[in-house]
């Protein structure tokens, strides 16, 4: 029997990246799984989940997902809150477009997803568990990164309450808070860092793997991982925290 049979778990931004690899880990440990996201194609290509086109900004969507969800697997017993996006400016380049889609997806969204499936969670007990991606962007700060940063920090802060308020019931509430994972988004930091400082991509990822101390990027796999064992039930007891998977750069 695998480590997670019996549950349901929902993964939003789940179609690439750190989604996909949890998504794939979770059902590599038996639990049925619903990948949430914006690209059908990528979502359907998460081989054994059920895809479910969702934009987590969007009320009616998230309603539709907590539906679907109810319709074709059961009630979620683990949610995964991955949806994000990361876009880079000076504050004074910040529009409010990007302002509020950094703090629609990465904080709302994880809001609004966890609102729609408090009560399945609840249900749950002990066999619940929420866990949020952050960064370690939620902790410390960054340059050109208000918008992500602030909405980061809100995130690791719902987590933070929502334990406290969750804790007599049995789901635990956690975040993962990954340094710079290889991934899509890495591969785009790195194309925006050559375009506006004129470095080669080679350098600009050398800057960007040298903020580790073990000098490398993560691996979504790795992340995955952590999520694998912060939605078990080893991990009961663990709950309001965040874990950082970034080889040393942030040591809190």
Known sequence: MGLLDGNVAVVTGGGKGIGAAVARRLLEAGSRVVVAGR???????????VPAVCDVTRPADVARLYDETHALVGPATILVNNAGVARSAKLADTDEEMWREALEVNLSGAYRVTRAFLG???????????????????KIGFPYTTAYCASKHGLLGFTRALALELAGRGPT??????????????????KNIARTTGRSEAEARRDLEAMSPQRRLMTAGEVADVVLFLAS??????????WNVDGGEVMS
């Open 233 to 242: 039930p080893q991990a009961f007891g663990v709950t309001g925290q965040a």
């Open 39 to 49: 690209d059908r194609a990528a979502l359907e290509a998460i081989a054994g989940a």
């Open 173 to 190: 509430v956690n975040c993962v808070c990954p340094g710079w994972v290889d991934t899509e988004m890495a591969g785009n930091a790195v």
């Open 120 to 138: 399945d969670l609840v249900a749950a007990g002990k066999r619940g568990w929420i866990l949020n991606i952050a960064s370690v962007a939620a």
